[in-house]
Every structure is written in structure tokens, then in C-alpha cells.
Nanobody
Framework: QVQLVESGGGLVQAGGSLRLSCEAS????????MGWFRQAPGQEREFVAR????????YYADSVKGRFTISRDNAKNTVSLIMNSLKPEDTAVYYC?????????????????WGQGTQVTVSS
């Protein structure tokens, strides 16, 4: 049974930083891409970042490019999201995802497993 457990969310002032982590279990971590999505109240879940199974390639939403960095440690079965220069509009529940999404990685339907989410709140 695949489990994804996020941690690291919290309350931060605009301009600040947070680091989210997601620990995966249940299948071979290094065989699958990992992603981060977020969902603000009243809005659809949206793509934030993706990292290929090897860690060799990353993808970002335009809204976070240059501010967020996704990384993974295949030895520890973890993926991280470092968020810098946070803005109030980054406030959302952040979800970790695992799968083999291919070219439609920005779609929630392309990912097989999800974590329970962690709240990030950025105050102005």
C-alpha cells in the first residue's frame, strides 16, 4: 500500500521561506516521478512542481518558477519543496503526488497516489 506523508507546512510572513517534505512508502520510490500540487480554498488543485524519477529533470508552474525548488533523495524515499519569497497567493494546502505522469504531468488525473496535504499560510 502506497503512503505519502507530507510535513513542513505552517504560517509564514510574505517574503519568507518554508521547506515541505514528503516521505513515501509502499513501492520502489526511485521508479516514479514525484510532484507537488496545491489547492487554495474554492479553487481547483493546481500543479506546482515535478521531478523525474532519476532526479535529472524538474518542471515548475510559471507562478513559482525561480522561487520554488523541488528535489528528491531516493535513498531516503523523500521529496522536498523549498519555497522562497513566499507570497500571500501561495497560501494553499500542498499535496505530494507520485506516479508516471508523462506529458500531462500538470493534470491531477496523471498521478496515481496522493498524500493528505499540508497547510501553508502566507500572511501579508
Amino acid at each position: 500500500q502506497v503512503q505519502l506523508v507530507e510535513s513542513g507546512g505552517g504560517l509564514v510572513q510574505a517574503g519568507g521561506s518554508l521547506r515541505l517534505s514528503c516521505e513515501a512508502s509502499g513501492r520502489t520510490f526511485s521508479s516514479y516521478d514525484m510532484g507537488w500540487f496545491r489547492q487554495a480554498p474554492g479553487q481547483e488543485r493546481e500543479f506546482v512542481a515535478r521531478i523525474k524519477w532519476s532526479g535529472g529533470r524538474t518542471y515548475y508552474a510559471d507562478s513559482v518558477k525561480g522561487r520554488f525548488t523541488i528535489s528528491r533523495d531516493n535513498a531516503k524515499n523523500t521529496v522536498s519543496l523549498i519555497m522562497n519569497s513566499l507570497k500571500p497567493e501561495d497560501t494553499a494546502v500542498y499535496y505530494c503526488a507520485q506516479g508516471s505522469p508523462g506529458g500531462t504531468y500538470y493534470s491531477i488525473d496523471a498521478w496515481a497516489y496522493w498524500g493528505q496535504g499540508t497547510q501553508v499560510t502566507v500572511s501579508s
